[in-house]
């Protein structure tokens, strides 16, 4: 059983920059696939970004592409999502997932087998 861990989130303002944390309980290149998805209310899941650790391939979804980054830092079993110019439309609940498959380019439309509890993000002047 994978557990995850999310830490990070947190209020700011339109603009600003917040990283997001997710620690992995096992050794995460036995993942091909770590995500961070969001959920606003009222509003279906979205697949934000995702990473395949053991090479560091990324993929994002084009309404983050050119300000968050995903990376991993495989001897802490971390992902992190560096979210900068952070605007209303990205408040919302993150959370953390993990598979032992790598889906490719259609990643955001899969059931990842592994969830974290989620951690809030909340952009407002």
């Known amino acids: 059983q994978v557990q995850l861990v999310e830490s990070g989130g947190g209020s700011v303002q339109p603009g600003g920059s917040l990283r997001l944390s997710c620690e992995a309980s096992v050794d995460m290149n036995n993942l091909s696939s770590m995500a961070w998805f969001r959920q606003a209310p009222g509003r279906e899941r979205e697949g934000v970004a995702v990473i395949y650790p053991p090479h560091a391939v990324r993929l994002y979804a084009a309404s983050v592409e050119g300000r968050f980054t995903i990376s991993r830092d495989s001897t802490k079993n971390i992902v992190y999502l560096q979210m900068n110019s952070l605007n209303s439309e990205d408040t919302a609940m993150y959370y953390c997932?993990?598979?032992?498959?790598?889906?490719?380019?259609?990643?955001?439309?899969?059931?990842?087998?592994?969830w974290g509890q989620g951690t809030q993000v909340t952009v407002s002047s």
């Open positions: 997932a993990a598979d032992p498959k790598w889906y490719g380019a259609t990643w955001a439309r899969y059931e990842f087998q592994y």
